[in-house]
């Protein structure tokens, strides 16, 4: 965001730049950083969107020189701009143990030259793309050196964490402590990429720049809701942390129950970060906890066997490097869920997600009612379909309005037909890359799209009951072939209901 | 830019009327053989004043590809007096992301009168609902042409509509029309990168107190350049200093309290690069080489058309920058 302070930023609000900074990361020799964080920093390099007094330290435990580091940093992004190279020339690395204070001594040191060479202010911030074992062990060290908090008025200190926090209520409750005892919650920059996406953002843009729609977001016109996240992608080398997490702590608790919460929310009364957040706390609140009974009978586990995905033979889940050969961790939920508020009360969400899907799709479909009569004869509106209106957030982004016409001709027969609005295609601007957008949020100091402490929580509530019941019993686990859509259970999960999921 | 545009169809008339043009237009949107979408989101008019730059234009409208769909009108001014139409409409499909998205361009040579009342021409072929741009392709509109009243916004180009002896007429048009400076646009990234050399605490108290700048370039936007810093940071006249030089430079020496400063912006050479500097005296600085910003034609008309709004920052700018050429 422009400076305001400055009168030669008047007039180019629109223009984001991050202030003066330096961004520690913490797991700087990890995939993470080279994967993501530096092709990011690359792009907003490129774009001018990184101050001149900016600078990033990497902390890891390989020992690097300042070099070295450099050296990785450019591999990992390969050939760079001239501006991404002004940047990485201004890369620092500290090796040590996160948890030896030396390590936090070097650190301060080569801060505190940075701030007196470039005029960075004493602004930071740490993002902790680390395992998530490191976190409270990084964040105790920065307090316990005086770097946790601005040095000045002026200056500010932001922490980011990545995804998952915790791995359960009682833990992200255990983390929320340790990290409070350190940073004020405004302090805290909790990560999930999809809300960086820049359709998921539309999702508000929809719901509340327009008049037509949100008279019919409700009960009184949706007969139901479909949530789908959908990858066409094994676990690849993330077997081992995925046998510990599964699909509900991998993307229900966040990816899931976030879109879930923008899909539900009441109109915020303004669109900032705590407008937005508390009525998404509020509606992730209005979702009811199911009992195990409900468990049972409403969420449906499955892991996908062999089978065929865009056309290539593909390893079952207990085949793929890391996973245990009686695996009983599921790659595919599907579950209904209800909300108990004044406006979705009787609505049926049905959210799934599954790796080993035929496609990658993510969208929320909102399935309407029929019209109460149809005053056609027999056969003239054989194959219509209740109207819906699907938002499509990736790929593909875009809007479908799906509907009744006429069928041209003689005859008169009514056909479903789809409308569709392609968000790429109606707007020059690149869409910036989910981290790119997030991690100059956080510099920038923009909340919105990060996750406060009570969206966690309320996330785990919900999610909490499902774990306890599969931890408690041999929670029953049904398979699908690779390449399909799930298990048959989850389709029996609408049928029962005389609905069926959309094909994506 | 976006991959290469595939003609879905094509017309064209000579010596025609424009209900043959809009009845090509209908028939070749029902006869397109590719399953495309009909995302549009502005009508851009271009009045050129020949062939050559309507085929220009067209060639950067194209160059956007998908990323900007809508109708272009491109109206080419023929000197002859005898007073007949020629079109050609052309429905193009992009590729984008997998989708096809159609956008629609329609050149019209016009002759006789009909030069005289191009809004008659124009607003049948507009697009509902959605803004209507007239850029006026390398001269200004002539006066009182009604054209410029169905506009819900005029794009001009300075640079090549003759530089700072069109600055009083654009000046008079700014204030009258929403409008935007193509060459304005292009000097956005500069305004950016000088701006953005005062962030931060150290950096930040010394831009009330810059009391010279001297701005290097070429006629026009040297103009507009010290026209920006003069009406945004109240320097008077004798603060600045401008000097006719290939390429532009920036030079801002400022004061805060006892301390001196001094900021840099200046393309190297023949290099496309652009050196950034802020040098605080006996106190931090900091020096970065960055590629020179893209300002061709396309990229300059894709960031006018996705702003579609008129900038007083501009018009103080253009307004100090004629008092400056005076």
New interface residues.
């Given amino acids: 965001v422009a400076d305001h302070d400055n009168p030669l930023f008047e007039g180019l609000d629109d223009e984001r730049r991050a202030p003066p900074c330096v961004l520690v990361v913490f797991g700087a020799s990890g995939d993470l950083t080279s994967r993501k964080l530096m092709p990011a920093f690359a792009e907003l390099a490129e774009n001018r969107q990184l101050p001149s007094a900016f600078a990033v330290v990497g902390v890891a435990r390989t020992e690097m020189s300042d070099e070295d580091f450099r050296a990785r940093m450019r591999e990992a992004v390969g050939e760079g701009n001239p501006a991404w190279e002004n940047v990485v020339e201004r890369f620092r690395y500290v090796a040590g143990e996160y948890g030896e204070p030396e390590t936090f001594d070097r650190l301060k040191e080569v801060l505190d030259e940075i701030d007196r060479e470039r005029g960075t202010g004493g602004n930071r911030v740490y993002y902790l793309a680390t395992v998530p074992t490191v976190f409270s062990i990084v964040a105790t060290a920065l307090g316990e050196h005086g770097l946790a908090r601005p040095a000045t008025e002026d200056s500010f200190v932001r922490i980011v964490i990545e995804k998952p926090f915790g791995h359960d209520l009682e833990s992200a409750v255990e983390l929320d402590r340790q990290l409070h005892a350190v940073f004020d919650e405004t302090q805290i920059y909790r990560i999930d990429h999809y809300l960086g996406k820049e359709t998921v953002q539309n999702v508000l843009a929809l719901r509340f720049a327009n008049s037509i729609f949100e008279p019919i977001w409700n009960r009184r016109y949706v007969d139901h809701v479909q949530i789908t996240v959908a990858e066409s992608l094994g676990v690849g080398h993330r077997g081992g942390f995925y046998e510990q997490a599964g699909a509900l702590r991998d993307i229900v608790q966040n990816h899931v129950l976030q879109v879930l919460a923008l899909t539900l929310m009441e109109p915020p009364a303004s669109i900032d970060a705590q407008g937005i957040r508390d009525e998404k706390v509020k509606a992730l609140r209005a979702v009811d906890v199911l009992t195990p009974e409900e468990v049972a009978s409403d969420v449906v586990r499955g892991q996908y066997d062999d089978g065929w995905v865009e056309g290539e033979q593909v390893a079952a889940y207990r085949h793929e490097e890391g996973v245990a050969r009686d695996s009983r961790t599921e790659t595919h939920v599907a579950m209904r869920l209800r909300v108990d508020n004044w406006r979705w009360a009787g609505v049926p969400f049905y959210l799934r997600t599954g790796k080993r899907l035929p496609k990658r799709i993510t969208e929320v479909a909102m399935a309407f009612h029929g019209v109460p009569h149809l005053p056609f004869q027999a056969g003239q509106a054989k194959g219509l379909d209740p109207n819906a209106l699907v938002l499509r957030i990736q790929p593909d982004e875009g809007i479908t309005l799906r509907f009744g016409a006429k069928v041209p001709g003689q005859a008169f027969r009514v056909r479903t037909v789809s409308m569709d609005f392609s968000y790429g295609a109606a707007f020059l601007e690149e869409t910036p890359d989910a981290y790119e957008r997030l991690l100059l949020d956080a510099m920038i100091g923009d909340p919105t799209l990060f996750i406060r402490t009570d969206e966690v929580q309320e996330a785990w509530r919900i999610v909490d009951p499902l774990l306890k019941a599969w931890g408690e019993e041999e929670a029953p686990l049904s398979h699908y072939p690779a390449g399909t859509w799930g298990p048959k259970e989850a389709d029996r999960l609408l049928e029962r209901e005389g609905r069926k999921w959309r094909t994506p | 830019v976006a991959d290469a545009l595939t003609d879905l169809g094509k017309w064209e008339g000579h010596d025609v009327r424009l209900p043959d043009v809009l009845a090509a237009l209908d028939r070749l949107r029902c006869a397109g053989q590719v399953t495309a ?1 009909r ?1 549009s ?1 502005v009508s851009l008019v271009v009045v050129a004043p020949d062939a050559e730059a309507g085929q220009r234009a067209c060639d950067t409208m194209n160059t ?1 590809g ?4 809508g109708r272009t009108i491109v109206l080419v001014l023929d000197g002859a007096e005898q007073g007949h139409l020629d079109a050609i409409v052309t429905l193009h499909a992009a590729p ?4 096809a ?1 159609w956008s629609e361009e329609v050149v019209l040579t016009v002759r006789g009168g009909a030069r005289r009342h191009l809004d008659s021409l124009v607003e049948p072929l507009t697009l509902a609902d959605l803004p209507v741009v007239v850029w006026y392709f390398s001269t200004g509109p002539r006066p009182g042409d009604p054209l410029v009243e169905t506009a819900d916004i005029v794009l001009v180009d300075t640079k090549e509509m003759g530089d700072v002896a069109v600055f009083p007429e654009v000046l008079e048009l700014a204030r009258r029309r929403p409008l935007i400076d193509l060459s304005w646009v292009r000097l ?2 500069w ?14 108290k010394f ?2 107190g810059v009391h010279a700048a001297e701005v290097h370039g070429k006629p026009g936007p040297r103009h507009l350049l010290a026209g920006w ?1 003069a009406s ?2 109240d320097l008077p006249r004798r603060a600045l200093h401008l000097a006719d030089a290939r390429h532009a430079a920036l030079r801002l020496s400022a004061e805060a309290g006892a301390e001196r400063a001094v900021f840099v912006a200046e393309r190297r050479g023949e290099e496309r ?1 652009v050196r ?3 040098h ?1 005296e006996n ?9 020179l ?1 893209d300002t061709s034609l396309a990229w300059s008309l ?1 960031h006018a ?3 579609l709004e008129g ?4 018009e103080q700018a253009l307004a100090e920058a004629l008092d400056l050429v005076a």
């Fill in positions: 979408t995302t989101v956007l998908a990323r900007h769909p984008l992301e997998g989708i998205t956005t990234p305004r950016v990168l000088l701006a953005g050399l005062f962030d931060g605490a150290a950096y930040r831009v009330t810093l945004r940071l690069l950034a500097s802020a605080v106190g931090p600085s900091h020096e970065e080489l960055l590629p910003p894709a058309l996705s702003d900038d007083p920052i501009y």
